[in-house]
């Protein structure tokens, strides 16, 4: 009876192709992500046999890849059955009132944006209510390393998939803009650890920014909120206070998205 195991030149048993491809999408849920030739390393198998078996897993809906030739996903972490994706309608009708409220408490312009590709997407905005004020950015697509907002989503991310979201580098609007991949996920690892992004002229001068992450009921980050103003009224010694708000505004968002 056909067994599909083989035998290597000592009798013992060798991993089946079904053995691989398990181990394979074990070894990618406890990664988060893997790339083929690190598949072929710990599998101990050649690179054509690494990649037909997460061609395999891929046309069954185990992985999924973000770009082509990019690293592998484990879909399980992509989209968790249990845990309903969040429309942008559902985001904007959740977040609305609260960015509203955000800026009659700061009296400094309030956005909720969201990551689009390597950009963020400003969906909702209010002007602040002091002069001079930020205008709102609201459909304007801007580069997301290049924001308080953006840069405190791709913190949340894997860094592999947030390198992958920028294969021909980092494009900067002023000096102070992050300028490469790496640069941007070393400065990434700051930002997980504090908890809040700013940006600090790095999007247009003179102009500061402070942003946390909104996440879904599964702890999936799906936007940010920020508090924008000139820079003279975003001295250090505020951040706190702001930061405090923007996370009391955050759990706000995410328990309208789940009502």
């Not at 609260?98 to 969906?123: I, K, M, P, S, Y």
């Not at 205008?135 to 989503?153: D, E, F, M, S």
């Amino acid at each position: 009876m056909e067994t599909g195991e083989s035998r290597d030149e000592t009798g013992g048993s060798r991993p089946s192709s079904v053995d691989n491809a398990l181990e394979l999408l074990r070894e990618l849920v406890l990664r988060g992500s893997i790339r083929v030739h690190e598949a072929a390393s710990h599998l101990g198998v050649a690179r054509s046999t690494a990649h037909r078996l997460l061609a395999a897993l891929g046309r069954h809906g185990f992985v999924r890849q973000r770009t082509a030739g990019g690293s592998y996903y484990p879909v399980v972490m992509l989209d968790p059955p249990a845990v309903p994706r969040v429309t942008r309608e559902a985001l904007v009708r959740a977040a609305t009132p609260v960015v509203r409220a955000l800026r009659d408490e700061t009296e400094e312009t309030t956005h909720l944006t969201v990551l689009q590709g390597n950009g963020a997407r400003f969906l909702v905005g209010f002007e602040g209510l002091r002069e001079p004020h930020t205008a709102t950015r609201v459909g304007l697509l801007l580069p997301a390393h290049a924001t308080a907002a953006g840069k405190v989503i791709l913190a949340a991310l894997p860094p592999d998939t947030v390198r992958n979201l920028y294969p021909r580098g980092a494009q900067t609007l002023t000096d102070l803009t992050l300028g490469s991949a790496e640069e941007i996920i070393e400065h990434l690892r700051l930002v997980a650890r504090r908890g809040y992004a700013t940006n600090v002229a790095e999007a247009g001068n003179d102009l500061s920014a402070i942003a946390v992450v909104v996440r879904d009921a599964g702890g999936a980050p799906v936007a940010a909120l920020a508090i924008a103003g000139p820079s003279v009224r975003m001295p250090h010694a505020r951040v706190p206070h702001l930061v405090a708000r923007l996370q009391r505004a955050a759990l706000d968002v995410q328990v309208a998205l789940s009502e």
